[in-house]
């Protein structure tokens, strides 16, 4: 009996190894190195040695390279407060929204440290960073309203939360050696509430 | 002896009355008709029967219209976050200076409402808007180092203060009638102190 051969095309195939990443660190090797309005999909592609078809199987456009998590933390947001004890306070159920973020960035590092550097650099970037943050505060005040949280409360700590998670982050990026997120977002929190207790 | 004559000649005066707010009611009134960005400098100068040349006297470009208020803005926070007692804690400091703003917006309420739909209904508008929220709080950051408040309680204190004040102006601007907005100010600083209490 003779055994199916198994053939391995390199230009046919719809599956490379690695190709997200791949995509990925060239895209921000080319935003740093010419500026991101300066590169092209067809570059990246051509950095990475991959087709541009396989680009736009992992990212609408260039821009989602940045911004494509987006959906995702939205959801681990919106469900860590949904699965939040019945009697937590609201500021006790974003918390445990943020810490469930956190593991998402374990691997992410570099990637976070390179994508601000691109990002600092882009003044377009930096509205659509903005938008992003008042995305995810306005996703985390539905899911308090969703928890029988009312107004102005609901709005004001899902932004609470977005204030400590954004202070950690940031502090996170800003540190060459990659430290825990978790406890920078806890460090972060404690800071905010003894200084709207006037501390 | 004779009298000299004043003559006002409509066509070259440098002056007219109440230029800036016959402008800004003709734009906002273009940009909720058409839309922001089918309104010309030229249809809002129309509208307001005065000459382009005496638009650009008052602003730089049509989206100055409603965003021209941030430097006026921003001095009025610096300021009062400066001249705070030096025993205020941060968080004291940022409720003066939300405290000074109010006032510039005592004649402001009905400008303010179609600010707001004009800006609802334009999302390059909202990430303006977004951008400037940012910068004021970046202001008062700066301010609040120069008082020698350390990081992170800076930049936490100042986005507590802009949260503060966002919430507060939103509530503001959603009523038909001007409440008092220093009220509405101490309100949502109150509510935000309970919320990271945990209550």
């Known amino acids: 009996m003779s055994t199916p051969v198994i053939t391995y095309n390199r230009g046919m195939s719809r599956w490379e190894p690695n190709a997200r990443s791949r995509l990925e660190q060239a895209a921000l090797e080319l ?16 950095r990475a040695g991959l087709t541009e078809r396989t680009f736009f199987r992992y990212f609408a456009d260039k821009r989602e390279v940045l911004f494509g998590g987006q959906g995702a933390l939205q959801e681990i947001y919106v469900s860590a407060i949904a699965s939040a004890p019945e009697s937590a306070a609201p500021i006790d159920a974003v918390a445990a929204a943020l810490e469930a973020v956190a593991p998402m960035f374990r691997e ?14 882009n003044p377009g970037l930096q509205e659509r960073e903005l938008q992003k943050r008042a995305a995810l505060a306005s996703a985390m005040a539905d899911a308090l309203r969703r928890r029988g949280v009312a107004e102005p409360a609901a709005s004001l700590a899902a932004e609470v ?16 050696d990659a430290q825990d997120l978790s406890a920078l977002i806890r460090e972060s929190l404690d800071q905010l509430k003894l200084i709207t207790a006037g501390k």
Chains 1, 2 share one sequence.
């Open 31 to 46: 935003y740093r190195e010419r500026g991101f309005d300066q590169t092209t999909v067809a570059e990246i592609a051509a």
């Open 108 to 121: 992410r590092h570099a990637f976070a440290r390179q994508r601000q550097t691109v990002i600092a650099a």
């Open 161 to 176: 939360g977005a204030i400590t998670f954004g202070t950690a982050f940031a502090r996170w990026v800003s540190e060459p």
